[in-house]
């Protein structure tokens, strides 16, 4: 069984104790599950390995079963979604969650994800891309940014009505998610206007003023390219009518980037 199936299920659990539900309640309830992942990194292993491998290795590492195996486990009957579009996945994840629970698919929703790094192969390859920095520090926003240095997480939150919750710490107003389409620079290259517009969609949708928001959790990686688009972005987006200054910063800084489990790592 891939390491993050096991993990899953134990910050899962945790996830509903901590919103002050009993996981038993919840039993053949509409509860959806949404998983943020990329591929993974101990399936490659074991099929490499020289040891006897059963059946269950499949079920045990398809990715389908990151969620499904929650759902089979606890019991739930709502949307069972494994995700990935990469470092947006568990942003994704918590959009697509939060969609179904408007639209009337589930009536709360288990968004988790997990990142564990096995493979040596990866890294090197990320290197010779030149994502990753050289001495393994996140250095977000900085003029000696070289590269992110990559994390393992495994993370779950667990979202439902505000008339139905018991135990809440935050509240998700809204979401919205676009793709950067055709870029010259190519494919990992990020585009400055479509971080703008996305930013300014979910403010204007959430009919939210932009002079109200007092800190922006960015994605910043450290990346030379990344961050100078992200900042432009934010600058372009949040800057109109401003007069004072916006706190700007990223977790990354101090944990490293966990990839697919970004967006929910700073939860």
Known sequence: MDPRLRKLLEVSHE??????????????????????????????????????????????????????RLSYTFDFT????????SCSSSSTAIHEALLS???????????????????????????????????????AFDAAADGYARAEATVAIYICKMRDAKRAYATLVHTAINNDGYKKEGITFPSEVQQENVIRKVYEEAGVDALE???????????????PQELHAITKALFERRKGSLLVGSVKTNMGHSEPIAGLFLN
């Open 101 to 139: 629970i408007r639209a009337g698919l589930c009536d709360a929703a288990i968004v988790a994800g997990a990142h564990c790094n096995f493979d040596p192969v990866v890294p090197s390859m990320f290197h010779g891309l030149e994502l990753t920095s050289v001495d393994g520090k996140c250095k």
């Open 78 to 85: 709502g949307p069972c979604l494994s995700i990935n579009t």
């Open 213 to 227: 928001v007092d800190y922006v959790e960015a994605h910043g990686t450290g990346t030379k390219v990344g961050d």
């Open 15 to 68: 996830a509903i104790i901590d919103a002050g539900v009993l996981p038993k309640s919840l039993q053949g309830s509409n509860t959806g599950v949404f998983v943020a992942f990329t591929d993974s990194d101990a399936f490659p292993k074991t099929k490499r390995s020289k040891q006897r491998t059963n059946l269950y290795g499949v079920l045990g590492n398809e990715s389908s079963m990151l969620a499904n």
